[in-house]
């Protein structure tokens, strides 16, 4: 298994651009989400799915959208890049979405925006 | 509002030599507590978790405790390797869900030969 993997590893904006961070898993798992990871700061959630076709906001969702077409993939993407969203991206797995299911995390994408 | 704060920020030892990390959490309700190990430029990896009936959980070389009175928990880390080079995260939940969990800063801890 190759668990959680992320492409890119890392990237580099123009304020005012976009792009998809892409997240796959390969464990069947239901619940995926998205972090960031800002210096000083704990893990932020963006966005979570309970399972293709269903995804919700969690604490900063703004500048973000995500989809959750099948089970495997759940992209990430940045509608208009803004130095504020310089940070490392993660996305995690986990069989299912109780605070009790372990997560499994990707090896993160570490985004610049200029 | 829920937090998590971690102590120390950062940490140097000796290889060999012990060391305890700290995490005191004002999460409420309380649902678990759970310690991740960060290696640089990697993903958070789970070490253990613990819910508030238990107070005492090892893994290996690595020990966590916690006292859900006193809202704290700390991770103990017993003959210390190279390999233990890390951010060590505690998340607390503060409810049955996954998008219910805060996140501390993390302790960077650095084990020198």
């Known amino acids: 298994n190759a668990g959680v993997t992320q492409t890119p590893k890392f990237q580099v904006l123009k304020t005012g651009q976009s792009m998809t961070l892409q997240c796959a898993q390969d464990m069947n798992h239901e619940y995926m989400s998205w972090y960031r990871q800002d210096p000083g700061m704990g893990l932020r959630l963006i966005h979570y799915?309970?399972?293709?076709?269903?995804?919700d906001q969690g604490e900063v969702p703004n500048g973000y959208n995500v989809s959750r077409s099948t089970t495997e993939d759940f992209p990430l993407r940045l509608l208009s890049a803004a130095p504020s969203q310089t940070s490392v991206y993660f996305c995690?797995?986990?069989?299912?979405?109780?605070?009790?299911?372990?997560?499994?995390f990707g090896p993160g994408t570490r985004l610049t925006v200029l | 509002k829920n937090q998590v704060e971690q102590s120390p920020q950062s940490l140097i030892i000796l290889e060999g030599k012990n060391c305890t990390l700290q995490?005191?959490?004002?999460?409420?309700?309380?649902?678990?507590l759970r310690w991740y190990k960060q290696d640089t430029g990697r993903g958070p990896v789970s070490l253990t978790i613990?819910?508030?009936?238990?107070n005492t959980k090892s893994n290996g070389r690595y020990t966590a405790t916690l006292d859900a009175d006193t809202k704290q928990s700390s991770l103990h880390i017993t003959a210390s390797q190279l390999s233990d080079s890390a951010s060590y995260i505690c998340v607390v939940s503060g409810g049955g869900s996954a998008r219910q969990l805060t996140f501390g800063s993390g302790t960077q801890l650095t084990v020198l030969p």
């Open positions: 799915s309970v399972g293709a076709g269903i995804t």
């Open positions: 995690a797995s986990s069989y299912g979405g109780r605070a009790i299911d372990t997560q499994y």
């Open positions: 995490c005191n959490y004002t999460v409420s309700p309380f649902s678990n």
């Open positions: 613990m819910t508030f009936s238990e």
